[in-house]
């Protein structure tokens, strides 16, 4: 038997094993708890060696015909049933890619933990890496929701590591609470789509007919419990609460990879197992995506903890990615096949960017959380002197996700904005007028970020440090720097070779299209419609870049021969040139709070003109939170008091309370 043959015909039991393979190692890690360097130094770097192999597995998937097995185990008639095909090999591979370069930096960045609890850690982290895998090899609604549970409790207990601080249990609990009622959410989804059979397989709801009512009952539902688990506005609240509360590896792979299977379920559901799309259905995703992705940028803006600005970005990049979903079943049912292969294709491309640039910064943040204990940028500062490769390889993330060439987060934002340029008259006129809008909402997200990229690595790496302990950081250490090294390498990958990667999405396209971009065979050049429409050669652009830096380098030299001169920049006249006449956090995000500011409840601290040491704090609160959430938190703490004062303690009234239910349940049945 060929290699071909034999992978076409074991590749779903490979992928099977490498979920049983996470599993194995983290129930091994318990068993290693009192050997710290055991943990360290084997359950990680073999948990590393699983990303791998996952993502090679995915790539293989990809181009092959789609696989389906039964397990033992699960209920006596509903027995786990597992598949595997282009939509789920890609997002394999994504995980795959993403968790190596990640698992490979937590070697490293859990070093210093005592061995007990980095053994429940490793159990969590591997039971989560196990679980986000076996979402995407789901197929039946039963298989589907363990997997999706599991996954929400272990990435619940890596949440919540350092449990004795109030405001890491709080995160955990709001994360959890919305988790679940997500969940609920897609029970409820799953229960129609099965339309009262009794068989919750995926394949008997791909067969199964339902009313356009029905269909928009179940893709409703879906998109409250997929948004609920991506971050969608206005569900996002448990999102920047979250991630600045987790471990910085544990951060990178909720925001790179935990919320691409939510992207995953949604295109499942909506392009697989229901059977038809209604035009309206993409408009709402359209809507909430652009205003989910300007929602997060505005308030990524005027951040000053580090973690809790990316967590801020990860909605905003979610919102694009939903826009993008919109965008697509826009297309899709208006019959434009082309470009709905189009938009789908950059959303793809975006999901699989943001896993890396976005895994990348949240590491990179992880290494500075690590050498210098601070997260609040505004006692942060010149650390490149001190941190050069972190903080060279953090600028490529920082460069790749505020979207400038030649990096990959350019390419699926320039093929998205292909799409809104390219619309044709669509059927509905409402949309002729909405996408120019729309556009224009994603340059403007786009613009913003590159804005936030700026305040980030300006005010944390560059100048000079707010802090004279600063100068003792120390850079990190080499599985670190590798971890960095493999995610930074990706995002220069996906932005040199487009044309090659939008080749190896083909299939996904295809499958859930109908249609895929047609490719003139040119690597060099990406033409997502027609060279004479629009083009790009990032290749090119590298080489011709890299040119005009070298020949201004080259005539500089010539011309002063050499020569440097030092002296202090110009400071305005004032005498005093220290680290606090540089612009702050605060600073930066200070024109966007003013003129973004019926969007957040601003509260200033603003100083006395008379103080010798003047300090300007802003604090920007999410108005959602306390419009919609604050006012839910106070009724449900009422109807807990209330149902509190039903306990008294003693056994007469519970035999009543009994007795009357009794009462009133023989009333209604009788």
Known sequence: MSHLAYLDAHVLDLAW???VYWLALGLSALLMRRSHGRLIRLVFPCGALGALFIAVIGVTGLFLPASAMVLPIGLPDLPFHLRLDALSAFFMTLLGAAAFGITVHAASY???????????????????????????????????????EMMALSSYFLVTTDHRVPEIRRAGFLYLLIAHIGALALLLAFGVLQGGHGDYTFDAMRHAGRTPFWASAAYLLALFGFGAKAGL??????????????????????????????????????????????????????????????????????QSDIKRLLAWSSIENIGVIFAAFGLTLIFYTD?????????????????LNH????????????????????????????????????????????????????????????????????????????????????????????????????????????????????????????????????????????????ALLIN???????????????????????????AERASYAPLIFLIVVA????????????????????????????????????????????????????????????????????RYRGDSRDKLWILFYQPVARVADWLSEQAGRLQHGRIQWYLVYSFVTLIVLLVFTS
């Open 355 to 498: 896993a890396f640039f976005k895994g990348l910064l949240f590491i990179g943040t992880g290494s500075v959380l690590h050498a210098t204990g601070e997260r609040h940028m505004g006692r942060l500062g010149g650390l490149m002197r001190f941190m050069p490769w972190t903080a060279w390889l953090t600028l490529v993330g920082a460069l790749a996700i505020a979207g400038l060439p030649p990096l990959n987060g350019f390419v699926s934002e320039w093929l998205l904005l292909q799409a809104f340029l390219l619309t044709p008259s669509l059927t509905q006129p409402y949309l002729n007028m909405m996408i120019p809008v729309a556009a224009a909402t994603v340059a403007l997200a786009a613009a913003l970020a590159a804005y936030v990229m700026v305040k980030f690595f300006g005010v944390v790496f560059l100048g000079q440090p707010r802090d004279p302990a600063l100068q003792r950081a120390h850079e990190a250490r080499w599985p670190e720097r590798l971890g960095m090294l493999w995610l930074a390498a990706g995002c220069v990958a996906l932005g040199l070779f487009p």
């Open 233 to 302: 506005v206005p569900l996002h609240v448990w999102l920047p609460e979250a991630h600045p509360a987790a471990p910085s590896p544990v951060s990178a792979l909720m925001s790179g990879v935990m919320l691409k299977t939510a992207i995953y379920g949604l295109l499942r559901l909506t392009f697989d197992l229901l059977g038809m799309q209604i035009g309206w259905w993409g408009t709402l995703a359209l809507a909430l995506g652009l205003g989910t992705a300007l929602y997060g940028v505005i308030f990524a803006a005027v």
């Open 17 to 19: 094993a490498g979920v």
């Open 547 to 614: 040119a005009v830096v070298m020949l201004t380098f080259l005539w500089v030299r010539r011309v002063y021969h050499g020569r440097v001169r030092r002296s202090e920049p110009w400071g305005c006249g004032y005498p005093e040139q220290h680290a606090r006449m540089q612009d702050s956090a605060e600073g930066f995000g200070q024109p966007i709070r003013q003129i973004f500011e019926v969007f957040m409840r601003v509260e200033r601290d603003t100083p006395d003109p008379f103080e010798r040491a003047p």
């Open 504 to 530: 190896w999405l083909a299939p996904v396209v295809k499958l859930l299209t109908g249609h895929a971009l047609a490719h003139d065979g040119n690597w060099l050049i990406l033409a997502p419609v027609s």
């Open 110 to 148: 859990f070093r210093g933990m005592a061995a007990g609890p980095l053994a429940l850690l490793a159990l969590w982290y591997h039971l989560f890496l196990a679980s986000m895998t076996a979402v995407l090899l789901a197929d039946d609604a039963y298989a589907f929701m363990v997997a999706w």
């Open 335 to 351: 019959g434009k096949g082309m470009l709905a292969a189009l938009t789908l294709t950059a959303l793809l491309y975006h999901a």
